[in-house]
């Protein structure tokens, strides 16, 4: 696995990293989807860094009654939903209410530094600008309430990104990663050096576990993904992963747990 510098950027508009797809239709659907990406994204970031409006919310959601507890989580959900983010899962427990989202984000690089002898080919591939998918946890942790958003499960680079799309019959930019994301969360836990080949769509992600320094969470884990393969080139060795472990014992109650309930695991 890798031990990176990461950093956490706010450039979420039209990546320009200079990754050439050969397919016109290929770029045209990419522009126009980062596009839109980009957009809903900033509805979210306008939102997320007032959020101090949002606390009293999350505090209703946490300790309030039953029906105050229910209106401000769909409160939460029209705020969060309305900029893109899917409801991941939830909790409405008095005292122990929680709920989790993910969100695409569009951005430049995660890597910010790399040791001195890593080759040309993997600095260039680092340099990619990227979609991230990233969590919203809102609600109870450890002594008090939070609303919170970082990296979670995947990094798909441009490269990996135009060749998902342009290779599996077109299919949405947005709908391959999610299904990755997913097949992620539910896979049973495992080696992350085992991870390798992550499926989605009529083919897989290829690439690799990283283990970074986030600069507001301390460790992040996530997967990166370099390109994406079509199934029928792939070989006997190249094992797409998506069966799912049995409940309670799936990555998504392991390492690609949100980081704010890390130390709730």
């Not at 939070?146 to 680079?157: Q, R, S």
Request: charged share 20%; hydrophobic share 40%; net charge positive.
């Amino acid at each position: 696995m890798d031990d990176l510098d990461y950093g956490n950027s706010e450039n979420y508009g039209i990546t320009r990293s200079g990754v050439a797809y050969g397919d016109a239709q290929t770029r045209g659907q990419l522009r126009h989807w980062k596009k839109q990406l980009a957009a809903r994204y900033a509805i979210f970031n306008n939102t997320y860094v007032s959020r101090g409006r949002l606390t009293p919310v999350v505090l209703d959601m946490v300790s309030g009654s039953r029906s105050t507890r229910i209106r401000a989580f769909e409160r939460l959900q029209e705020t969060f939903g309305g900029a893109g983010a899917m409801l991941e899962s939830k909790d409405l427990t008095r005292g122990k209410a929680i709920a989790i989202w993910s969100i695409m984000k569009p951005r430049s690089p995660v890597a910010i530094a790399t040791p001195d002898d890593t080759p040309a080919g993997v600095r260039a591939s680092l340099a990619q600008d990227c979609v991230t998918v990233n969590y919203i946890v809102a609600g109870a942790c450890k002594s008090h309430a939070i609303i919170a958003e970082g990296l979670w499960t995947l990094e798909v680079p441009d490269h990996a990104l135009g060749r998902a799309v342009e290779r599996s019959q077109f299919l949405t930019p947005g709908g391959i990663i999610r299904e990755a994301h997913l097949n992620l969360l539910g896979l049973p836990v495992m080696d992350a050096k085992k991870l390798e080949y992550l499926r989605a769509g009529p083919g897989c992600f290829a690439g690799l576990v990283s283990v970074s320094r986030d600069v507001n969470t301390g460790a992040s884990i996530h997967f990166r993904a370099k390109t994406w393969l079509a199934e029928d080139t792939l070989g006997d060795d190249q094992k797409p992963l998506s069966e799912p472990g049995p409940v309670g014992r799936q990555m998504r109650n392991s390492i690609f747990m949100p980081r704010p309930l890390w130390p709730l695991a």
